[in-house]
C-alpha cells in the first residue's frame, strides 16, 4: 500500500496563479511526516523505476515470444480457455512506436497492455484467474494491477 501521494504545479503564469489562490483558500501543505516519506522515497526511486521498466519488458517478451501467444485456463472458474492477443508495449521492435520511444525514453515503462482473445466474460474471468495483481483503478501505488476498459 502506498503511504503518501503529492504532487507540483506547473504551467503557465495565469494557471499557476489561479492554483495558488486556491492553496490558500484550500490549503496543501504536506504534513511533516509525509515531507519526510517523500524525501525517504525519492532516494530510491530510480531504482524501482529501473525495476519496473525491466518487469515490463520481460514480461512483453514472454508474452510475445510464446508461439501460441500464451494460452491461458481459468482454473478457478469453468475451465474454458482463451489466448492473449495483441501487446501494446512501446519497448518491444513490434510496436509501432518503437523506434520514437528509444529516441524519446531512457526506459520504456511498467505498464503492459495486451488484449485477451474474447468477450467480456472472457476477460473478466482472465482477471478473476490472476494471482498476483490486485483490480483497482489507478496508479497511484507501487503494487501489481490490474483493470480492463
Do not use: W
Amino acid at each position: 500500500m502506498s503511504k503518501v501521494l503529492a504532487g507540483c504545479i506547473s504551467g503557465s503564469e495565469k494557471l499557476v496563479t489561479e492554483i495558488r489562490n486556491l492553496h490558500h483558500i484550500l490549503g496543501g501543505t504536506l504534513n511533516p511526516n509525509a515531507a519526510y516519506l517523500i524525501i525517504r522515497g525519492m532516494k530510491t526511486l530510480h531504482l524501482r523505476v529501473q525495476q519496473q521498466n525491466s518487469t515490463a519488458l520481460r514480461m512483453a517478451k514472454v508474452l510475445e515470444a510464446h508461439p501460441r501467444r500464451i494460452r491461458f485456463t481459468c482454473c478457478r472458474c469453468d475451465g474454458s480457455s482463451s489466448t492473449v492477443g495483441e501487446i501494446y508495449y512501446p519497448g518491444l521492435p513490434s510496436h509501432p512506436e518503437h523506434e520514437i520511444a528509444k529516441r524519446q525514453m531512457t526506459g520504456f515503462g511498467g505498464v503492459v497492455s495486451f488484449e485477451v482473445d474474447g468477450d467480456l466474460m472472457t476477460t473478466i474471468k482472465f482477471i478473476d484467474a490472476l494471482k498476483i495483481p490486485y483490480i483497482a483503478p489507478s496508479f497511484g501505488g507501487c503494487e501489481s494491477i490490474v483493470l480492463f476498459l
